[in-house]
């Protein structure tokens, strides 16, 4: 075990440089420049702003100070956030977009194993196709949409809940119904379809044939191995939602990372879209060093190589 998780972690590393030097690249690819929309900005200004920030040498040497900067833990300054740096944005924001895709999380999780496993064990009955049609429904439904119609239907019309913000439990309400729908839709399908799937197996109709009860069945035989396409999926939603819906903090106006993400690429803040993009790589990484880790816990059978 101790040597497989060194091995993922060591190759999580690799996979995390990889991803910060391609978007250092790819940032500076970028045509115009980070200053570009200042308003009455000289060239003489534009030359000593590109000096303040270190733009003005090579890209060679800004790499090497920028990766420099990246291993002591520092992702830089903002250049539109004066005297902020992208730490400081993150450690502010990621909390409230993390509170936020956290109660999403447990609700998706709660609704959607559940509701598969009950369509599962219903198969071809009215509720089976019931769950399916609001499955489909909330796949095929953008969070966009969703949020402008629980805005609409809940705040404008009948002015239950407050449209923005989260000051308090209520504020709550929408937006994470909104972050919750897809991947509840999405993990009731895989549970369905899993779920399905470990019924048909031999050990399955032993363990009938031999008398063990069905709900004991259930839990210790079926639900332990249909649950381990959800597990594998919980790893990028974990990170897409923790570190902020980008749609879905900007129409509740949620001053979440995902809402700065936004606000960083119409202000061409260059470095504060690096750092939050390099943060939710590694988030990203990290959420699946540790589901592939869960993956050998809940199933013994996978061989750690």
Do not use: W
Not at 195 to 203: A, E, F, I, K
Not at 249 to 278: N, W
Request: hydrophobic fraction near 50%; proline fraction near 5%.
């Amino acid at each position: 075990m101790g040597k497989y998780i060194t091995k993922r972690i060591l190759l999580a590393i690799v996979t995390a440089f990889v991803v910060a030097s391609a978007t250092f690249f790819v940032m500076n690819m970028v045509p115009g420049g980070p200053f570009l929309g200042e308003k009455a900005v000289t060239p003489a200004a534009t030359k000593a702003l590109e000096a303040k920030f270190g733009l003005d040498k090579p890209l060679s040497e800004q790499y090497l100070t920028y990766m420099e900067d990246l291993l002591h833990g520092d992702l830089g300054i903002s250049v539109k956030k004066r005297g902020r740096t992208i730490n400081q944005i993150i450690a502010t924001k990621f909390p409230v977009s993390a509170k936020l895709g956290g109660i999403a999380i447990v609700l998706a999780f709660c609704v959607g194993v559940p509701l598969g496993s009950y369509a599962a064990f219903h198969r071809g009955k009215i509720i089976d196709n019931l769950i399916i049609l609001f499955t489909t429904a909330g796949i095929a439904i953008p969070s966009f949409l969703s949020s402008t119609l629980l805005m609409y239907i809940f705040s404008a019309k009948l002015g239950l809940l407050p449209s923005k913000g989260l000051d308090s439990f209520a504020s709550y309400i929408m937006p994470v119904v909104a972050l919750a729908l897809y991947p509840t839709a999405y993990m009731a399908r895989l549970m369905r379809s899993s779920m399905l799937d470990v019924m048909g197996q031999d050990y399955m109709r032993t363990a009938r044939a031999k008398g063990v009860s069905e709900v004991k069945s259930i839990f210790k035989h079926a639900l332990r191995n249909a649950i381990l396409p959800v597990v594998t999926y919980l790893g990028p939603l974990m990170a897409q939602l923790m570190t902020g819906s980008f749609i879905v903090e900007k129409i509740f106006t949620i001053p979440g990372l995902g809402h700065e993400f936004v606000g960083a690429i119409t202000s061409r803040d260059y470095p504060l879209i690096m750092g939050t993009t390099i943060f939710l790589a590694v988030f990203l990484i990290a959420m699946n060093v540790i589901v592939d880790i869960l993956y050998a816990i809940i199933d013994p059978r996978i061989k750690l190589k």
